[in-house]
């Protein structure tokens, strides 16, 4: 069974830009629809972005919408996650998910138990 690895997170300045990464290591989720959530320290998780399993269609939240772009390149079994424009609040351990294409709207209203997979996760952090 194939895993989900994060990564790219690291400690950045405001206004810079992190691109993040999430290899599927067997292929296994070549028709799930991805997704990237975070949780901030005492905070629950949040639904950041999704994309379908095409990569044709890609949504945002309204936090990081206009900053963030999610993208899927399905040769080598990837998602990015380009962060621009980052900001302090955006600092949280930021996880992959996996769900079916059908379950994408529980992924984006942010229902974990819609998820199948998870990542564990890699840490973004943003100073002023």
């Known amino acids: 069974q194939g895993q989900l690895v994060e990564s790219g997170g690291r400690a950045v300045q405001a206004g810079d830009s992190l691109r993040l990464s999430c290899a599927d290591s067997e292929g296994t989720f070549s028709t799930y629809a991805m997704g990237w959530f975070r949780q901030a320290p005492g905070k629950e998780r949040e639904f950041v972005a999704a994309?379908?399993?095409?990569?044709?269609?890609?949504w945002y939240s309204d936090s990081v919408k206009g900053r963030f772009v999610l993208s899927k390149d399905s040769s080598i079994n990837t998602v990015y996650l380009q962060m621009n424009d980052l900001k302090p609040g955006d600092t949280a351990v930021y996880y992959c998910?996996?769900?079916?294409?059908?379950?994408?709207?529980?992924?984006?209203?942010?229902?974990?138990?819609?998820?199948?997979?998870w990542g564990k996760g890699t840490h973004v952090s943003v100073s002023s």
């Open positions: 998910a996996a769900a079916p294409q059908s379950r994408i709207a529980s992924m984006i209203k942010a229902n974990l138990g819609g998820i199948e997979y």
């Open positions: 994309i379908s399993w095409s990569g044709g269609t890609t």
